[in-house]
């Protein structure tokens, strides 16, 4: 007899658990006292009588069963025990890494030994992905989910923060990909959902003399934050170097110098910093407050010293207020820089001071041999600097013409 859905919408619960068999096959249909519907498969294995459970009724179709039923009978006459078989893929889905688990493993695997900017990653993860996906599994997010998450976050208005975020997403699967955990990445062909503009941002002199005096107004940020966001615009270098920069790599004799190890250094290479006149002030400010400390900016947190988010945040939260207009960090870089070219210093010796990885006819100069033109270029954008911060700019001759 063979099984139709009339006969199995019909069948009655009763106050014992019973199966009805579709003739002599193995297949057939258990009804539990609850009613509910399951269809199993009874076999012989090594000589044991085993069962199978293939799908509850009627989220699996009578036809559906009937498919599984098949396979299911054909890897018995082939050897293979199904319902092992069906064991081993339960423990391997129940152990099958989350989202979370997937997010821990990538910070600490690939993030944390490779990006200065890990902590980024996971303030990202932890704001938009770990909420909507912590607990599926990582396998089961697909291309659909990456792109209804973006658009949550563009629908708030953070269209940069949607881009940057399937950057980390996408390192992610990357990274599972790489390590079994997934077999290809959702974020496969998905693509930035916000358009990008390269940042030219410049301070102008009146905004580089409301910066200067706004940070020294701003009593929600720490003085620490303030000095660091002060020697990135006196010195030309970045963020991550300058809030990670220890008393031991600083030489105050001989003019003084700072001196950026090569596991700091964006492009791994070690850089001679000549520190300014203005430069020292701060650096001497700086040591006041940070006291018997290692570190130039010590995090009141913990043992080691302030991050570079810790200093995005205070400017976001404290200082953009008190100043009155809006730039991110890395433009007081751009922002030294351009003046000092602005000023007549020498493209190339902008470039040394900036530590860009030289390519072409520069990278047959002797990095080494532009510690005079960096000194004095630094020199000059501090009588510059002071000048524009005490109200009594002047044209200030620039001595560098090195290149």
Partial sequence: ?????????????????????????????????????????????????????????????????????????????????????????????????TVAILADEYLEKWAKPRKRSWREDARILAKDVLPEWGRRKAREITRRDVIRLLDDIVDRGAGIMANRTLAVIRKMFNFAVSRDIVTVSPCLAVRAPAPEQQRDRVLTTEEIRALWHGLEGAKMMSGGTKLALKLQLVTAQRKSEIVSAAWEEFDFADGGWWTIPPEKAKNKLAHRVPLSPLAVELLQEAKALAMDSPWVFPSPQTERHITPEAVDHALRRHGLVDLGFTFLPHDLRRTAASHMTGMGISRLVVSKLLNHVERGVTAVYDRHSYDREKRQALETWGLKLKSIIEETETNVIPMVRGG
Avoid: C
């Fill in 1 to 97: 007899m063979r099984l139709t859905d009339f006969q199995i919408k019909n069948l009655k619960p009763q106050a014992e658990r019973y199966e009805v068999w579709e003739g002599k096959t193995g297949f057939g249909v258990r009804i539990t006292p609850r009613g509910a519907k399951t269809f199993v498969y009874m076999y012989r294995f090594g000589g044991k009588a085993r069962r199978l459970t293939l799908g509850a009724y009627p989220v699996m179709s009578l036809a559906e069963a009937h498919k599984k039923y098949a396979e299911a009978k054909e890897k018995v006459k082939m050897g293979i025990d199904p319902g092992a078989e069906a064991v081993t893929e339960r423990e391997e889905e129940r152990k099958a890494p």
